[in-house]
DNA sequence: TGATATTAGTTCGAGCCTCGAATTATATCG
DNA sequence: CGATATAATTCGAGGCTCGAACTAATATCA
């Protein structure tokens, strides 16, 4: 049972009632697709004339499409209603340090086209070099009609501004992406922080996560984050800042982190953790600060993985390490919000097989009930970080309507 | 913006608008009062008429009732609207180990009478006993309709079941109180954790906290609960057992727990931590386990405040420490939930000149950003455990409808 | 082949809801 | 007293869902 925010809530018109159903119709035929009009009304409990009415309304909005007759044993056939892929693109831009994938996706979250650019250290001119391949990606399909534009950024993002406040991995500080992005394509820009993203994309799109009521994801590469959906609901926080479990210690007076916490689980289980075990088993005795640093330079994580496949046991040994942490940080996470499921994010799901247990037998030994809580990777294929992004713009059309 | 759960919503009929704002002027009117027609308007947004045709309904159904006129400086007088405290009353019930205290409130969530019990070993009794009571408050004000009881308990109830799966401190093991409770008093009632009811007791009527999105009660005593309040909402997990940050770690391989696990942030925060460490320093020779365990029995933690407000030096250093490990373990919520407030509940609230510069100080070192989220105690004064059980059955009223 | 049963989808009036203009009620001020 | 202003009500227009009645299409069976 929700609370009525009384600084921010909008009263019903006469219309609330058909934005309601609409999207409940609109969610149905997406998850059911395809369905006739009166299979509609059964899954949904509304009358078959409310539904044809809506229905009609869909089609002439172009949101839905009239298919093939389906077969009953009896009676008239069924006209089978689907998703018009013909209507709607949405563009969705994946912001990594190195890396900056954007793709153009239909209403199914399929990706017709895809492009990339390495990011560049300039967020201006950032701007100026993705807004062309934008719109060379909406030009990709010109019969759609584009919805939005998402990205996912390895950072925060302010829920008042919108503008990226913190982005250490990207080097901007507090730059405003969503204004320019709107003016040179004239489409609504949407921002969200890419372990947020993953979280969105887990359980609007996720084979297993599909429609879950609490999620977590936890997103591993050079630091740790965190998407939380409780709820149904994504949790920003006040700022916009939930999620950074990644700055939760995990060893009181451990090592010091960026963030100028010590012991910061992310200083263990990261992928840069991983490196610092490996690097400092290979050459105990140089293993001090400095050289661990040098170390990282010359040693990445794809290298790591490819050593522990190869059966390389100080490899293996790093991840398992490097699987224990992931354990004991996500153990707080399982007792403190119970989540139906935690979906791992992260180059280091190719190693779950040997991972994934550990994880899953330290969270156990260090939570109180994690029975219920299933430990999972993400399925790199699907790319959640992209797909997410997909999932935000959607989520206007798709989401539960804004009431009270 | 949250995902329709399409496994379990509700479609909106033509009544859906009505419910939607006769929620939304109910809460205006008691956030307001007393407050005119044309106030209401304003502030809903809806057009004068509309909120003409609820008022008359609420009044009609007895919610409201029309006062004295207001002042204007030109023009008709407003005749004001108020909440009818004379219409409806609901019970509270609050278990904890020890006693159990049960309460008869108005609609403003004021008390109007209250009773008390000790609370007996066995659930069975505990009904038997309860339901006399019960009903002696009721007919305390025979005038007032019985809404419904809300009960708060020292334990987990399970989402589905709504049974009590998990209350250590009571020694109840999966009992059903809901049910007995219904079929001997005919009312509905709701169960919900301690630190849960808390927590909106907080938004509901806090003076403080009401109506904030993201809050996080935490309440101490022989062990530490959380509540958590995220997007307005209570999070209760996949099963009911969310909030259970006291049993995440904040010493790794520390001390075992009641739980299995080691090193709980509730061994070092509790009530029960805080007289080890007056104990320990007291007579650090016999410092055992088991001497520890006995001390407890002589020396409680009323004993130890009071101690400390006489300025004993070890008192004031086991609170200070106690102190210290709560913001250690507050700091990784901040981090990962990042709520505009966090509340402390508990008796060591009443050394919180002593206790909560050390919180605050702790959270700050120990977590990424903090700056946004105040640390507060609650004012045991508003009995919030008590408090929250009348949220939880006003709620059904003055919640957000269920809808999609 | 044609009657019957069955299912899909449409039509249409009843009833609920909000909106907004017009109307009524009741103040203050010059 | 009349002008002006504010509060509250009245009432028709228009949106919405419901549900009964109706049309359309198909399989079964005598």
Redesign the interface.
């Known amino acids: 049972?929700?609370?009525?925010?009384?600084?921010n809530?909008q009263?019903?018109?006469?219309e609330?009632?058909?934005d309601?159903?609409r999207?409940?119709v609109l969610?149905?035929i997406r998850?059911h697709q395809p369905i006739s009009r009166a299979d509609l009304a059964r899954y949904?409990?509304?009358q078959r004339s409310t539904v044809s009415v809506i229905a009609e309304q869909l089609i002439k909005e172009r949101w839905i499409t009239e298919g093939a007759n389906g077969h009953t044993p009896r009676g008239r056939r069924p006209t089978f209603l689907h998703l018009n892929k013909e209507r709607v693109g949405i563009i969705g831009i994946n912001v990594r340090p190195i890396l900056t994938t954007l793709a153009l996706a239909d209403l199914d979250a399929n990706f017709l086209a895809q492009d990339s650019l390495p990011t560049p250290q300039d967020p201006k001119q950032f701007v100026s070099e993705l807004v062309p391949r934008v719109r060379k990606l909406m030009r990709a399909r010109p019969e759609l009609t584009c919805e939005g534009i998402g990205v996912s950024l390895p950072g925060r993002v302010d829920l008042e501004t919108k503008r990226l406040v913190f982005a250490p991995n990207l080097g901007w500080k507090d730059f405003d992406l969503k204004t320019p992005l709107e003016k040179a394509t004239g489409l609504p820009v949407e921002l969200e922080n890419a372990a947020n993203s993953c979280a969105l994309s887990e359980?609007?799109f996720g084979r297993r996560a599909e429609?879950l009521?609490?999620l977590v994801v936890v997103t591993v590469s050079e630091g740790i984050g965190?998407g939380?959906i409780?709820?149904?609901?994504?949790?920003?926080?006040?700022?916009?800042?939930?999620?950074?479990?990644g700055?939760?210690?995990?060893?009181?007076d451990g090592l010091e982190c960026s963030?100028?916490?010590?012991g910061?689980w992310e200083m263990y289980a990261s992928n840069s953790a991983a490196i610092r075990y490996y690097t400092q088993a290979a050459s105990p005795a140089r293993a001090t600060k400095r050289r661990t640093q040098t170390a990282e330079r010359t040693i990445n994580f794809e290298h790591l993985l490819r050593l522990a496949e190869q059966g390389d046991s100080k490899a293996v040994e790093a991840l398992q390490q490097m699987a224990k942490y992931l354990g004991?940080g996500i153990?707080?996470?399982v007792?403190?919000?119970?989540?139906?499921m935690i979906v791992v994010v992260g180059e280091v799901t190719r190693a779950w097989q040997q991972v994934g247990p550990i994880i899953r037998e330290t969270v156990k030994?260090?939570?109180?009930?994690c029975a219920?809580?299933q430990i999972v990777p993400s399925d790199p294929i699907t790319q959640p970080r992209l797909r997410g992004t997909i999932a935000l713009v959607l989520?206007?059309h798709?989401?539960?309507?804004?009431?009270?």
């Open positions: 049972m929700r609370r009525i925010d009384l600084s809530f009263v019903a018109t006469s609330t009632a058909r309601i159903n999207r409940i969610n149905l998850t949904s409990g509304l359980i609007c429609g009521r609490n965190c939380l409780l709820n149904h609901q994504l949790v920003q926080g006040s700022t916009g800042t939930a999620g950074e479990f700055h939760a210690a995990v060893v009181p963030c100028g916490n010590r910061c004991m153990a707080p996470i007792a403190g919000l119970a989540p139906d030994q260090h939570s109180f009930t219920e809580t989520l206007k798709f989401g539960a309507p804004a009431i009270a």
